[in-house]
């Protein structure tokens, strides 16, 4: 089956710990992306990255760093630094930052708990 | 000039009436404008998308109204069942060098049986 994983699905760390999401995709997209999602809240992206080894900030990127060292895996670690790190933490892929169809693709989403 | 406006907050629908979500831009350079399906615990997934060249496009129950010249575009399903109560959410691009989505604050769909 094609698709993104996201692991796990449940996360609970104590405040002051860094943790890292894991994302991974079959879909040979070469666009990747996170976002973060907070109740009542639209989905707001905090990193994204076009090929290998490269990525750039989005509009949250604060307390937040990615690697992209394989096409497949874009894992997105949350620092210590973050002031407000609960939330429901999504991935998507797609094609290309600049290729049609800009259909973005989700995986099934970490729900990280920080006390 | 950046964000994209979706209200209502939440709707409640009788089966088999029509759900009306609507959504306002501002930057008139954004050309592609898809509409998400949210549930509870899920990632979402694409469930129509339409460029500013057409003004509706139909997917079965499922249609998006455009308006170029008003900013708007709009997701209407038609025959709500209890099985579409999801949050939708709106959002809108620019192609181009980056295909940032900027997403509107969702719609919480309740379709009562």
């Known amino acids: 089956d094609g698709g993104i994983t996201q692991s796990p699905k449940y996360l609970f760390r104590k405040e002051g710990q860094n943790v890292t999401l894991s994302c991974e995709q079959n879909?040979?997209?070469?666009?990747m992306y996170w976002y973060r999602q907070d109740p009542g809240q639209g989905l707001r992206l905090i990193y994204y990255?076009?090929?290998?080894?490269?990525?750039q900030k989005g509009d949250i990127a604060e307390g937040y760093s990615v690697s992209r060292e394989k096409k497949e895996s874009f894992p997105l670690t949350v620092t210590s630094a973050q002031k407000n790190p609960t939330a429901f933490y999504l991935c998507?892929?797609?094609?290309?930052?600049?290729?049609?169809?800009?259909?973005?693709?989700f995986g099934p989403g970490t729900r990280l708990t920080v006390t | 000039q950046q964000q994209v406006k979706q209200s209502p907050q939440s709707l409640i629908v009788q089966k088999g009436g029509i759900s009306i979500i609507n959504c306002a831009y501002e930057?008139?350079?954004?050309?592609?404008f898809p509409w998400y399906q949210q549930f509870p615990g899920k990632g979402p997934a694409l469930l129509i998308a339409?460029?500013?060249?057409?003004s509706e496009k139909k997917e079965g129950r499922f249609t998006i109204s455009f308006n170029k010249s008003a900013k708007q575009f709009s997701l209407h399903i038609m025959d709500s069942q209890p099985g579409d109560s999801a949050t939708y959410f709106c959002?809108?691009?620019?192609?181009?060098?980056?295909?940032?989505?900027?997403f509107g604050t969702g719609t919480l769909l309740a379709v009562q049986p």
């Open positions: 959002a809108a691009s620019k192609s181009g060098a980056t295909n940032k989505l900027i």
């Open positions: 998507a892929s797609s094609m290309g930052l600049a290729t049609f169809p800009y259909e973005q693709y």
């Open positions: 339409i460029r500013p060249d057409v």
């Open positions: 879909l040979n997209h070469d666009a």
């Open positions: 990255s076009q090929i290998v080894n490269d990525f």
């Open positions: 930057n008139t350079a954004f050309d592609y």
